[in-house]
C-alpha cells in the first residue's frame, strides 16, 4: 500500500501542500529526506509527541530517510503554535540537557544505522546560532509578508488576547522554521517536513522560502492534532503528563494509560498509534463492538505502545505490575518497579524509631491514615477485610517488624480490590 493511502485509511492524513504533487515524489525519489522538529522544552518527549514520531517510522519503513531536528536554537525562542502564553525560556545548560533526552528516545524509535534510509539527528543551533541579524533580515527577512504573518492563526490567537499578546521573540519563530527548512534542503536535500497540523503555517513559510530562493518546489505534509472523545488534551490525566521517559512514567503506569482509553478512542488509536495492519484492527474493532467486556482492543493497544516505547523488557514490567496491582505475588517485581507502581496511591513515611522492634498493625493503619482509627482497623482485620503485602491478615493482634517489609523498604496494605496504602520505611 502507498503511504499515502496508509495514512489516509488511518485517518492520519491532515493536509499536504499539493497531494499529487506528493504522492508522485514519493514515488520517485526514494529515499524521499524529510524532516520532523522537535522542541526540547522539556528533557523527554511525552504521548503527546508521539503521533509525528510514529509517521516518521511509517515514512521510514516505506523507504525514506528521517531527519531528526531538535530545536537547539528555536526552543530558546518558543513556538507559539496552539499556545495561550509565552512559553519560559531556558538556559543552555537545560536546553543541552534537553536535547540530549530527546535526541535518544528519538534514536530508540527509528533506525540509525541503515545506510539509505537511516534517521539523520540534526540541531538547529548548529546554524542558527552563529547568524547574523542584519544578514537573516536581508536575506529571509524580506521574503515575509507581516500582513501573512498576522493572518496566521497561532498569531491571531494571542494577538486577540490584549494581556498576553504576543512578543516580537515569539513572532519571529516561524521565519526561524522557514530557515531550517532551506538550510536542511540545501545541506541534507530535505524535500519534505512533517508535522501536526499547527505547524500549517510554520511548514509553507519554509516552502515559499525554498522556492523564492532557489526556485525549487518541495513539499510539506500534517498529521490531526489529537484529541480524546470528551474534547480534551490527548496525553493528560489527573496524574499528570504521560512521558516516554520511564523515569518520569513508569512502564507500568504508561501501560495503564492505554489500558484505560476511553470506549470511543481504542479504534481510532489503534489505528494511529500502532503498526498493527489494518485487516487486525478491523477485527479487534468488531470484537469491541460485540463483546466490549472482553477490552481486547484495549488489551492490544497497551501492549503494542508499551513494547513499542519500552522495549519487550519494559512491557513484561508492566505486565508485572498490573498482577501485582490486582492480587498477584509482590515478590514477582523489582524494587523500583513497586515504587513505580504504587506511585500514585497514598503513601506514608514511618520512622524506623516508631516502629521499633515491632508495631502492632492496628496502630499503622490508623497512624498512616490507612483507616481513620484504631477502631476501624480493629473491626477490619477482624472481617478479614485487611491484605498485607497481599497476603490476608486474620490476627486482629498482628504486629509488624522490619522484617515484613518489601526490600528492606517497603510494606503494602490494602483493602478491598483497590484501596491501597504503600507505606515507606526511614532508618533513623
Given amino acids: 500500500m502507498h503511504i499515502l493511502d496508509e495514512l489516509h485509511q488511518r485517518s492520519l492524513f491532515h493536509s499536504s501542500t499539493d497531494e499529487a504533487a506528493l504522492r508522485a515524489h514519493l514515488d520517485g525519489h526514494a529515499p524521499v529526506h524529510f524532516y520532523v522538529g522537535f522542541d526540547p522544552t522539556s528533557d523527554s518527549l511525552h504521548v503527546g509527541s508521539l503521533l509525528p514520531m510514529i509517521t516518521m517510522a511509517r515514512l521510514q519503513r516505506a523507504g525514506h530517510r528521517p531527519i531528526i531536528l531538535v530545536g537547539g536554537a528555536t526552543g530558546m525562542i518558543g513556538d507559539p503554535s496552539g499556545k495561550s502564553a509565552e512559553r519560559q525560556l531556558l538556559d543552555e545548560g537545560v536546553l543541552g540537557r534537553n536535547v540530549s533526552g530527546i535526541r535518544d528516545q528519538l534514536r530508540a524509535m527509528l533506525d540509525l544505522e541503515d545506510p539509505r534510509v537511516g534517521a539523520l539527528v540534526r540541531n538547529n543551533a548548529d546554524w542558527l546560532s552563529g547568524l547574523s541579524l542584519v544578514s537573516f533580515l536581508r536575506d529571509v527577512g524580506k521574503h515575509f509578508s507581516v500582513n501573512a504573518m498576522i493572518a496566521r492563526e497561532s498569531v491571531k490567537m494571542r494577538l486577540e488576547n490584549r494581556e498576553q499578546g504576543i512578543s516580537y521573540t515569539e513572532f519571529s519563530y516561524q521565519l526561524l522554521q522557514a530557515y531550517d527548512f532551506l538550510h536542511l534542503f540545501q545541506n541534507d536535500g530535505c524535500t519534505l517536513q512533517l508535522g501536526g497540523s499547527d505547524q500549517w503555517g510554520n511548514i509553507t513559510a519554509g516552502a515559499d522560502l525554498i522556492r523564492r530562493l532557489t526556485g525549487s518546489t518541495v513539499h510539506g505534509l500534517t498529521v490531526p492534532l489529537l484529541t480524546t472523545s470528551a474534547g480534551t488534551k490527548f496525553g493528560k490525566t489527573e496524574a499528570g503528563t504521560v512521558w516516554l521517559d520511564p523515569s518520569r512514567t513508569s512502564p507500568y503506569h504508561f501501560y495503564q494509560f492505554w489500558l484505560r482509553t476511553a470506549d470511543d478512542d481504542v ?60 492480587g498477584g505475588d509482590l515478590r514477582e517485581v523489582r524494587a523500583e518497579e513497586l515504587a513505580g507502581i504504587f506511585a500514585d496511591v497514598p503513601a506514608f513515611t514511618l520512622e524506623s524509631s516508631v516502629l521499633g522492634s515491632a508495631l502492632p498493625l492496628v496502630d499503622l493503619c490508623a497512624l498512616s491514615g490507612f483507616v481513620k482509627s484504631k477502631g476501624v482497623a480493629r473491626r477490619l482485620l477482624e472481617s478479614g477485610g485487611v491484605s498485607l503485602n497481599q497476603e490476608k491478615v486474620t490476627d486482629k493482634d498482628r504486629v509488624v517488624s522490619e522484617g515484613d517489609f518489601l526490600f528492606e523498604k517497603y510494606l503494602v496494605l490494602r483493602s478491598g480490590k483497590r484501596n491501597y496504602h504503600l507505606i515507606v520505611l526511614k532508618r533513623n
Fill in 267 to 326: 479504534v481510532k488509536l489503534l489505528n494511529y498509534f500502532t503498526f498493527v495492519p489494518l485487516e487486525e484492527i478491523a477485527e479487534l474493532a468488531a470484537t469491541h463492538k460485540e463483546k466490549p467486556e472482553l477490552r481486547a482492543a484495549h488489551t492490544r493497544l497497551a501492549e503494542e505502545m508499551t513494547r513499542l516505547v519500552h522495549g519487550q523488557e519494559g512491557l513484561e514490567s508492566a505486565l508485572r505490575g498490573t498482577r501485582v496491582f490486582f
